[in-house]
Structures are given as structure tokens and as C-alpha cells.
């Protein structure tokens, strides 16, 4: 998943692209699936000629917004009249935005539902423009004028949380001159992200190699984590080269688009008086440096439990020497497939019980009223993700095989679902959405939920069924703590080297980088990983850099799931479930502490690693 970093309730789903595709079958066309396995997009509107109709309604609206500049600042009765517009505009775009973007989603190829995406993406961008007025005017109060107006009128106290952020950033706001260059500079400032994207997606081409059925296949990002995971060695290996030596002959540009990335963050930062990026970046959500900095150092204390893992797989996987391109091979074979989808609800549900009989059926009600798109059709989005907007249903989108990791996806995407769900029945609408760094934690908390019910059951089954499973189960967990917990504060303490180094006034030269990358690659994966000459170009490949310091998100995510998980199991939902109904009514780790994870504290992270070294007891035993 790649999600953006602001957390716009029409603009970002919870994207996840990692389903796989469907197996040999035919693909069938979208008129041949059963309404019962489509989501029901009618609940928004009930045609696209409804949509229209909403569509042209919204748009003199927003003229209507614009008119408050310079007026809504001037009374109280002003400013409500503003902020309950805005919000009544706000709803009826996001559903305009989300019924066209997810019907585009049913068949790519209908080109009318594009149109509807385009013209929907457009009208939020005017939407945008229409209120930017209101932060500057908002900060440009007198002092004493806003406490003034909420207290003559007592409707205006429901925004003062709201407020409160908005004036927190009143020291890092510039004079009204400077404000209107820094925003005209911000097309400028995402040259290097937009470059990055179109050399890498559209304009760099990678090389053909053999797969292990003989075939010649060219080579792909999207292509690449399949190729990874083959059984035939020497097709990963192929496959890991020829991406990677494929960003190593455009290290140049790609390193200097990074460095111009680093130094657009490092002039943003400045520009707004923060002490350096890090802080420009933990500032808006209110996130202490000790948070980013446990996330690193207990990643680095217990980095030997990584390098048992590794251990553990190059001797489950019969190797002499253990190279970057072992890691996605699997440890074992699914030991279940051909699930049908009634069956994957049914171990979902029963996973979730301990949340408690209203989350199970609100689970439910999702199922039957037809919140998800369960099968791939001609034309129809790849991967898995869940959005919805304030004033819709959530919605899931899925590509579902049957497989046991198809189980895992329906877990993850309802617990995004039933997270905004609780958040907007519960908040108004200024507070119904949450932040990016609560969007991972719900859907994690379901995984690990489902984890270890699955692990329970197994343990009652005979051999060799119990084994098989629990080998799969374990392995599908280590590669989570790998992926979601190490790698992730792998790059985040990439991210710290590079940008200190930059604001010591040092070069980021591409050798620098892939030294740097060499050196950070051979302490999270040990003494018993050949960290290949090829792996030296990875930083070049990962398009998160380029929205700095985000990708601790995942590891505090991942974290404070765990911590739930446990609570959860050991009878502690109630404080949970009040979490999912917090919206972002607080700041995310005041939410998350009222609800029992203090992230800043090491506690969760050390709590994280314990269970990782139970379960890699474990393995040890199922892996000889």
C-alpha cells in the first residue's frame, strides 16, 4: 500500500495491491457476476444520471464558498454559517467523488465512468481553491476574537479541538506576502516526486528474463514481487538483478532527483521556522521526536531477532548462503486453498468475536448489505482497498481467489471499513476521519486477530494438517514483523541519515546513498544475509521517500495493533472499541493512549518483539 500523506476522506482509499491476481480461469465479464458479490453503489446514488444532477448542484456551491473571504472572520454568525457550509459542501463531494472513482473501479475500460473521475477530481481541486482563504484569516485574527465568538455563540464550541490545531500553526505561519510565494512554489516542489514517478513508471524499461515454465517474460515493478516469490532460484535471482541493476545505470538522475527532494524538504522547513524536516514532518499530528526515535532504537536492540529469522529461513529453505533475493520466496505452502468466499466471512466473523456481538454484527452487516466488490471481472482495479466517504457506507474492493491470504485481506479491509464506520457514526463530521498515523491500526489489529484464531485452531488438528498450517501461519507473521516492523524503521533511519547529512550542508551523491543502503541492509539482516552488490540500489526504487518521514507510520501502526490484539484477547475490547469511534477528536496518540498504547513510551515496541521471539521459539521447532 502507498497511501498519500494527508488523509483526505474523498481522495485517499486504504490501498492495499498486494491480492493476487486470479488464477487460469477465464476472467469473467462484469455482467456475468452475481449482484450479490458487487457492492452496492445505488446506496449513493441510485444512477449516474443522479450523479449528475449532484454534480451540477454542488458547483455554484462552491462560488458560494469563496464569497466568505474577508466575511468569515468578521462575526461568529459568520463563521458558523461558513463552517456549515463547507461541511454541507464537503459531504455531498465526497460522495460525488468517491460513487465516480469506485465505479470506474468495476470496469477500466467504460470510458463514462472515467469522464466521472476526471470531472469529480477536477471539482475538488476547485473545492480546494474555493476555501483557502479560511487558514490564513483564521490565523490572522486578533488575538482574543475567536475565544470571543465561541463564547456569544455556544454552537462554535464544537470546533474548538479544530481551532486549536489550526492556531498551533500560527508560529509557523508567514506574513500574508510570503505565504502567497511559498504557495505558488508548491507546483515547483513536487517536480522531483512527479519526475521520479514518470521515469520509473513510464519511461524506464527493464529487461526480459526466462521464468521457470521456460517463458520469456519482460520485466515489471508490478510484475516483479510474483517473479520474486518463484520456487526457481535462479528466476529471482534474474528477476532481483534486472530490476535492480536497471535503477543502478539511472543512479544519476534518480540521486539527484532524491537530493532535490531532500533540499524542497529541507527549504519548507526552514521557510516555516522548524528546527529541521523531522520536526516540519511530526509537528502537524502533534508527534514528539522520541516517538521516531524508539521506532529506530528498538528496531536496532532487537535487530538479532531479525537476524534469527533470517537464519531460520535460509535453513527452512535448504540454502548454503542466504541472498537478498531469498527473502519472498515462501516458507511453505498455503495449506488451504479453494475457500469458498461464505467461508472466508464465516472465519472472519468468528476471528473477530472477542471484539464483541455489536462489532461481529456490524462485521456482518457490511456482509450482507453489500459494502464489498468481491470478485475480479474484466477491466475490473487490481489489488484490495477500502473507502467511503462521510455520508456513504465504507466500501471494500477485492479481487477474491479463495485463498488463505484472500482471508487475511477480507480481515484487513473490513477493520478499515468498520474503523470509519464507528468514527462517523460517532464524531461530527469535523472529527469523523482519522489520521494516517491511526489508518494502519485497525486493519492490523484484525489480522493479527484472525492470526491467532487460525493459530488456535490448527493446534487442535491432527498431523500433518496442524504442521502444515502452522508453518504457513508463523511464516505469513514473521514476514510481517520483516516488512511492517524492520523494513519499515530501516527506512525510516534511512530517511534520518540522509536529511541530517543534507542539513550538515553534505552532498547526498549516489554513492553516499547506496553506501549508506549497503550498510543499513547488512545491520537488519545480519551476519548470515549476502548483502548483494545489486540490493545497493533499493533506495532508488522506493517512491515513499519522496513524501518524507512517513514510513514510521507503518511500524507505530503495526505496534500499537499488537498491543490491541493482546488487550482484545485477554477480554480488554471496550477501550478499543472506543477507539474506533474517536475520529481524530484528539490528537492520535492521545487517542491511542486513552485507549491503552502509549507510543511514546518503549513499552509497545519491546511488547512487539516479545511476541516475535515466542513465535520464532516456535518456528524453530517446525522448521528443522
Known amino acids: 500500500m502507498t497511501p498519500s500523506p494527508s488523509l483526505n476522506p474523498f481522495l485517499n482509499p486504504f490501498w492495499d495491491t498486494s491480492t493476487p491476481s486470479s488464477g487460469t480461469n477465464k476472467v469473467p465479464e462484469r455482467a456475468d457476476i452475481a449482484e450479490q458479490y458487487k457492492w452496492n453503489l445505488e446506496d449513493i446514488y441510485p444512477s449516474v444520471e443522479a450523479w449528475e444532477e449532484s454534480f451540477a448542484s454542488v458547483s455554484p456551491r462552491l462560488d458560494g464558498l469563496a464569497s466568505f473571504k474577508g466575511k468569515a472572520t468578521s462575526s461568529s454568525d ?84 479544530h481551532f486549536s490545531q489550526l492556531l498551533r500553526e500560527k508560529e509557523h505561519v508567514l506574513s500574508h506576502r510570503e505565504e502567497e510565494l511559498l504557495a505558488q512554489t508548491h507546483e515547483i516542489g513536487s517536480v522531483a516526486q512527479n519526475a521520479f514517478t514518470m521515469l520509473t513508471d513510464a519511461d524506464m524499461k527493464f529487461p526480459t528474463i526466462t521464468d521457470e515454465n521456460g517463458q ?59 528546527a529541521n524536516s523531522l520536526e516540519a514532518a511530526l509537528f502537524p499530528d502533534n508527534v514528539p521526536l522520541a516517538v521516531y526515535d524508539n521506532v529506530i532504537a528498538t528496531a536496532g536492540a532487537h535487530v538479532d531477532l531479525q537476524h534469527g529469522y533470517m537464519a531460520l529461513r535460509k535453513r527452512a529453505l535448504g540454502l548454503d548462503e542466504l541472498h537478498m533475493y531469498d527473502l519472498n520466496v515462501p516458507l511453505s505452502e498455503e495449506p488451504l486453498s479453494d475457500i469458498p468466499y461464505e467461508d472466508a466471512l464465516k472465519l472472519v466473523a468468528e476471528a473477530l468475536a472477542p471484539l464483541g456481538p455489536d462489532y461481529v454484527a456490524d462485521l456482518e452487516r457490511g456482509f450482507s448489505e453489500r459494502w464489498i466488490d468481491v470478485y475480479e471481472n474484466q477491466g475490473k482495479k487490481k489489488g484490495a482497498y477500502s473507502w467511503g466517504s462521510y455520508g456513504t457506507r465504507p466500501y471494500v474492493l477485492l479481487n477474491y481467489n479463495g485463498t488463505l491470504r484472500d482471508v487475511f485481506t477480507i480481515a484487513h479491509e473490513m477493520g478499515h471499513s468498520l474503523h470509519s464506520w464507528y468514527s462517523h457514526k460517532n464524531q461530527p463530521q469535523v472529527y469523523a476521519d482519522y489520521t494516517i498515523l491511526l489508518a494502519e491500526v485497525a486493519s492490523t489489529t484484525n489480522e493479527v486477530l484472525l492470526l491467532e484464531y487460525l493459530l488456535r485452531l490448527s493446534a487442535a488438528k491432527p498431523e500433518p494438517a496442524r504442521t502444515a498450517e502452522r508453518k504457513w501461519l508463523l511464516a505469513y507473521y514473521f514476514d510481517m514483523v520483516r516488512t511492517t516492523f524492520f523494513r519499515q524503521a530501516m527506512f525510516a533511519e534511512y530517511e534520518r541519515e540522509t536529511h541530517a547529512r543534507a542539513e550538515d550542508g553534505e552532498a547526498l551523491t549516489p554513492e553516499w546513498l547506496r553506501d549508506l543502503w549497503g550498510k543499513l541492509c547488512g545491520k537488519y539482516h545480519g551476519p548470515v544475509m549476502v548483502v548483494d552488490e545489486a540490493i545497493r540500489m533499493e533506495w532508488a526504487r522506493i517512491p515513499h521517500f519522496y513524501t518524507a518521514f512517513y514510513v514510521y507510520q507503518y511500524v507505530t501502526g503495526f505496534t500499537a495493533a499488537g498491543a490491541f490484539a493482546k488487550a482484545i484477547l485477554d477480554g480488554g475490547a471496550a477501550r478499543y472499541t472506543a477507539f474506533l469511534k474517536s475520529g481524530s477528536s484528539d490528537f492520535s496518540l492521545n487517542i491511542l493512549k486513552k485507549a491503552g498504547v502509549d507510543l511514546t513510551s518503549p513499552d509497545p515496541f519491546q511488547q512487539t518483539m516479545a511476541t516475535f521471539r515466542d513465535k520464532l521459539s516456535e518456528a524453530k521447532n517446525l522448521f528443522p
Open 78 to 161: 459568520a463563521l458558523l454559517a461558513f463552517l456549515r457550509e463547507e461541511e454541507a459542501v464537503s459531504m455531498e463531494l465526497g460522495r460525488l467523488y468517491v460513487y465516480a472513482n469506485m465505479k470506474s473501479h468495476e470496469d477500466l475500460r467504460v470510458t463514462r465512468h472515467q469522464e466521472l473521475a476526471d470531472k469529480a477530481e477536477n471539482m475538488s481541486m476547485r473545492h480546494a481553491a474555493a476555501v483557502s482563504f479560511f487558514r490564513p484569516e483564521i490565523l490572522s485574527m486578533p488575538k482574543g476574537r475567536l475565544e470571543k465568538f465561541i463564547s456569544e455563540n455556544k454552537d462554535l464550541e464544537l470546533y474548538g479541538f
Open 216 to 274: 520469456d517474460v519482460e520485466l515489471t515493478e508490478e510484475r516483479y514481487y510474483k517473479l520474486s516469490r518463484s520456487k526457481d532460484r535462479n528466476v529471482r535471482k534474474a528477476a532481483f538483478e534486472g530490476i535492480h541493476d536497471t535503477y543502478g545505470s539511472y543512479k544519476n538522475a534518480i540521486g539527484a532527483l532524491y537530493a532535490g527532494s531532500v533540499k524542497g524538504d529541507m527549504f519548507y522547513s526552514r521557510a516555516r521556522r522548524y
